[in-house]
């Protein structure tokens, strides 16, 4: 995986790590898919956080009031993580739970408009997938549901203009990418009885290879040739009576 330079500021040393992998959320909430690249966008990974499920008044559901959303598995084409690839009319997004059939999204854009979409402090107009996909979240989760994507081409979400200006997002928490190092998810395991996997915390890059908590103080990361900003600590959130666990967010 690809070498990873960091600092701590201006007059620090250098901080050397590794890539160890590249995590996507295609929905909000679901499993999420390991990768070996990934291409970059201004809103983070290509197809991370595109689609949101969200009852019939149009708010988000996450794992938080739905649990069930992670046993729901994503599969999307190799080729989609290609850089300039465009799906066609046969390329789909796989999605399969638990006593449920298969259920196929195209990856093209649907014309249909579902309006009043919110997630958190957000809201707006999405992309609604259709009644097949509805259906099929309707009967998983027990309750009137839609799926929705976001729909790039009309609307903005904007990261806090506290910590970051003119960034954006699309249903992700707070910023285009989440960094965690293995070292600091063994540190934790240390402290508890049941080891837990990265996939708790879901990061979208981790990295091994430094000290236990050193990406807490990392404000400038070199990955390649692309540079980002790691703006402030995210707090974890208590999804399945998990530990919090700070992890970096980066632009």
């Not at 901080?15 to 909430?29: D, E, G, Q």
């Not at 404000?219 to 703006?231: A, H, L, N």
Request: proline letters at 8%; glycine letters at 6%.
């Amino acid at each position: 995986m690809e070498n990873i330079s960091s600092s701590r500021g201006a007059a620090a040393a250098a901080a050397a790590a590794k890539i160890s992998s590249i995590f996507i959320y295609p929905i909000k909430s679901c499993r999420g898919i390991s990768v070996p690249l990934a291409p970059l966008t201004p809103t983070g990974f290509r197809w991370d956080r595109h689609w949101l499920v969200v009852n019939q008044k149009g708010r988000a559901y996450t794992q938080r009031v739905e649990p069930k959303l992670a046993l729901v598995e994503v599969e999307l084409p190799n080729e989609a993580f290609s850089e300039g690839w465009e799906p066609t009319k046969n390329s789909y997004m796989v999605i399969k739970a638990p006593g449920m059939d298969t259920l196929k999204v195209s990856l093209s854009k649907p014309p249909q408009i579902a309006d009043g979409v919110s997630v958190w402090e957000w809201s707006g107009s999405a992309l609604d997938e259709g009644d097949e996909a509805s259906k099929w979240f309707t009967n998983y989760l027990g309750k009137p549901s839609r799926l929705v994507r976001f729909n790039a081409a009309a609307e903005t979400r904007p990261v806090d203009p506290v910590y970051a200006r003119g960034h954006n997002i699309m249903f992700s928490d707070q910023y285009p990418f989440l960094l965690a190092s293995q070292e600091s998810l063994d540190e934790l395991n240390k402290l508890l009885k049941e080891p837990v996997p990265i996939n708790r915390f879901r990061p979208n890059i981790l990295v091994n290879g430094c000290e236990p908590f050193a990406e807490d103080l990392w404000t400038e990361i070199k990955i390649g040739q692309f540079s980002f900003q790691g703006v402030k600590l995210c707090c974890r959130c208590k999804v399945r009576k998990l530990s919090i666990l700070h992890f970096r967010p980066i632009l």
